[in-house]
């Protein structure tokens, strides 16, 4: 989604046919942003597959990714900023750790079920007589 320290900014979420650049807010987070516009920090869906572009060398040999990389956008319980990215080797990083600079565009939308079909049917929820 937008990590909490991107709350105190205008926000709006993703659309498929953008390409978003990570970038430094003015707070010092770096979140998702629409090229020329770190005014408005662009949410994105856990489970959403982002295709990356222009990963740091240092980011490269470190997890062992190349320059493009196809990711799923994650929420981590450690640290101190929560949303992040999972490599399709298993690693998992901060958005925070990629730095200012990096291409991301949305590849597949995270497929959720309808609220209405996620809730139990209400005959389900009565106690047994």
């Known amino acids: 989604m937008c990590d909490y320290s991107l709350e105190m900014y205008a926000s709006r979420p993703a ?16 979140g998702l942003a629409a090229p020329g516009d770190c005014t408005t920090a662009v949410c994105m ?8 572009e222009n990963l740091p060398g240092d980011l490269q040999a470190t997890f062992g990714v190349q320059a493009m990389e196809e990711v799923t956008f994650r929420r981590l319980e450690e640290g101190l900023h929560h949303d992040g990215v999972e ?3 298993g690693s998992k990083i901060p958005l925070h750790r990629l730095g ?27 106690p047994a007589e």
């Open 45 to 52: 869906t856990y489970g959403n597959r982002l295709m990356l």
């Open 87 to 89: 490599f399709a080797n």
């Open 15 to 30: 659309r498929a046919s953008e390409v978003y650049v990570t970038s430094r807010f003015p707070s010092g987070s770096i």
């Open 100 to 126: 200012t600079g990096v291409l991301v565009s949305l590849v597949e939308v995270e497929k959720r079920v309808p609220a209405e079909k996620e809730r139990a049917p209400a005959e389900a929820l009565q």
